[in-house]
């Protein structure tokens, strides 16, 4: 069953990215975004949603699911994210368990931040984008931008994530018998020009990285998002106008 709801604005998804300067000085709170939202399943977990959990295909799979925890933009653990794991579509976490068969032998595997990431998140995302009072993680995640500028290009309110055919992750290669992220230039979340996937300001050793994980992903029919080098959509999506919102647990 659906449940119709309201919200969003220009979505990595929906239209080509355009890039945002930063502007001068913020009043205390932003205008609400005009948005056309997705149908909302009311799918009550991973299982009713047809989803699985990656580590169900690939037991040692690297995760990091920053959201929850506090190691992320919003600096605290994120509504709806109650354990650290990484559900997709099944047909989706099968692609990128084939990604991540086909990058070990090369000595490469993949490292994942976020997965499904539900509705309810989307919202956290969305109030706390609001909250011009709080500005403590910019020096770490928007040093160059205002925060009004955020939400849309580089947090969207709708996002695909809340479909389970999105993700955000990076690459890791083994060096001296250990695995170490390779060099992309930023760190995750970080919204920036720099984080752009064909950045011209990325050096050569940084673009060559972004093109071995963009490469490696759409050989198995993810897209990546122009405007961050670590997200990834699988296309077509198992299901395009649907999002969800039963927790990660
Ligand atoms: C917030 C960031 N990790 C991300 O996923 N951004 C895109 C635009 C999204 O919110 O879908
Ligand atoms: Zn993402």
Redesign the pocket.
Known sequence: MLIGCVAAVR??DASPPQRHEATASAPATVAPVQAVAPNVSTASDAAAAGMVEVRSLVPDMSLEIRYAGSDNFVGRPVVGYEAAGCYLHRSVAQALARVERALRPQGLRLHIF?CYRPVRAVQD?VRWAGDLGDQRTKSRYYPKLDKRVLLG????PT???SRGA?L?LSLMELRDGRYALLDMGTGF?YFDELAHTDSPNANATQRANRERLRAAMRREGFEN?PL?WW?YTYKPEPTPDTAFDFPVR
């Open positions: 979505s990595p976020d995302f290009d580089y947090i969207s996002s695909g994530h999105t955000d979340d998002y961050e997200h």
